[in-house]
């Protein structure tokens, strides 16, 4: 892990546990409150962008509903029957979500294309009205969770349905300025199909970030300088069957196969010690399991095939 990975994950690694519920609350309520607003004034303006932006909101407020649920989830303390505990319940959430965000904007696309082929008369004046207040609500929310959103992909994840609903709006009530101004219907579909695909871009590496951290793919470190450093400890003959796996963004996982000289069990519990300061202090590596040895594995890869 280089060390500006690793600043980056000491300045914002804990921030979602600032969160609280009542903001939480707040995002949802406020979420829910613009979402009751655009399915009235989209039915009585007959603006079918504004149903659009209250379907994608009403999704949002059930995304951020899941995410809250899955941030208590994981804070519970680990069991006998969950020994790693619950964080994976936030990476879940944030897959779920993200998946989510691009079904939505794939829709949102599909619909876009629809309009560019059959424009629809429209109350402007109400669908600008409607569009400011659902900026303004989307903006605080958007706030209320952008400092946590920097170290959480589940907390990300819901941060980006929220930017996605303010950017919704934004182009929701430029497409009703131009509409009000030049009668220019094929501008709102253009910025639908701007977003969406900004959304999809962006909700995609979330998916392929908790795609990997669910399938326990090998976590981003530096192994062939875990390696050296490790092997130049003299006792240390050499490092091998190396495993490593994160529980969520911020816990790591290290598991080696050891092969040492003959020596005492309490030398071998001071090796331990160095190898994991090493791992701890240098590669961020949160938990650490070493098996001694002494020729015992006839493969020595520093990865077991």
């Known amino acids: 892990m280089d060390a500006e990975k690793m600043k ?3 300045q914002h690694g804990h921030d979602h546990a600032n969160l609280s519920a009542g903001k939480y609350l707040g995002v949802t309520i406020l979420n829910g409150l613009i979402t009751v607003v655009e399915i009235a004034g989209g039915i009585m303006s007959g603006s079918l962008a504004l149903l659009s932006d209250a379907a994608h909101n009403l999704g949002d407020t059930v995304s951020i509903a899941t995410s809250y649920i899955a941030w208590k989830i994981a804070g519970r303390e680990k069991d006998v029957r969950r ?7 936030e990476i879940i959430a944030a897959f779920v979500n993200a998946s989510a965000l691009v079904a939505i904007s794939l829709f949102l696309v599909f619909e876009a294309v629809r309009r560019f082929r059959n424009p629809e008369t429209i109350h402007s004046g109400l669908m600008i009205g409607v569009a400011v207040f659902g900026l303004l609500a989307n903006f605080i929310s958007m706030r209320l969770l952008q400092k946590a959103a920097h170290g959480n992909m589940n907390v990300r994840s819901s941060y980006l349905h929220l930017l996605g609903d303010t950017v919704s709006s934004l182009g929701v009530l430029g497409g009703g300025i131009a ?9 709102d579909p253009l910025i639908t199909i701007m977003i969406s695909l900004y959304i999809m871009r962006q909700s995609w590496v979330i998916v392929k970030n908790s795609v990997g951290i669910l399938m326990q793919s090998a976590a981003d470190l530096d192994y062939r300088a875990m390696q050296r450093e490790i092997e130049a400890i003299p006792e240390v003959r050499n490092i091998h069957h190396v495993h490593t796996w994160m529980a969520n963004e911020e816990t790591v996982y290290f598991e080696a196969h050891l092969e040492l000289g003959d020596c005492r069990l309490s030398e071998a519990c001071g090796i331990a010690d160095r190898i994991e300061a090493i791992l701890k202090e240098r590669y961020g590596i949160s938990h650490v399991t070493l098996q001694f040895e002494t020729g015992r594995c006839a493969e020595k890869s520093f990865f077991k095939k």
């Open 83 to 89: 020994t790693y505990g619950y964080k994976r319940a």
């Open 179 to 187: 509409i009000r101004v030049w009668g220019a219907f094929w501008i």
């Open 8 to 10: 980056y994950q000491k």
